[in-house]
């Protein structure tokens, strides 16, 4: 995925959409980058001990900032994702993280 970008992952509970979110963002803190983790779901600690129960210790991550973990609403069932994705999106863009363009 390019670099600056905003993913979302959205299927059915249990489909492993945040096993695939921490496993990208494992892969991006291993390259060195920042991370945004963006969920409706765990606070920072609770991220950091679901990851660690799959192999992925990202505690250091997490007290030096380089993977922040950021609230977002509860989805509603069958809303679309172009909004929540926007949503997001300038929620980023507002902390500096992504350019407009």
């Known amino acids: 995925m390019p670099l600056g970008t905003v993913n979302l992952a959205v299927g059915a509970a249990a489909a492993g959409k945040s096993a695939i979110s921490q496993h990208m963002a494992w892969g991006a803190l291993q390259g060195c980058y920042g991370v945004a983790y963006f969920t409706s779901e765990l606070t920072p600690y609770g991220?950091?001990?679901?990851?660690?129960?799959?192999?992925?210790?990202?505690?250091?991550?997490?007290?030096t900032n380089k993977l922040t973990k950021y609230p977002m609403p509860e989805p509603t069932e069958g809303e679309e994702a172009g909004p929540i994705l926007s949503s997001v999106t300038q929620a980023i863009e507002k902390r500096g993280a992504l350019s407009s363009s």
């Open 47 to 63: 991220l950091a001990t679901q990851m660690a129960s799959i192999g992925l210790d990202v505690s250091q991550s997490i007290r």
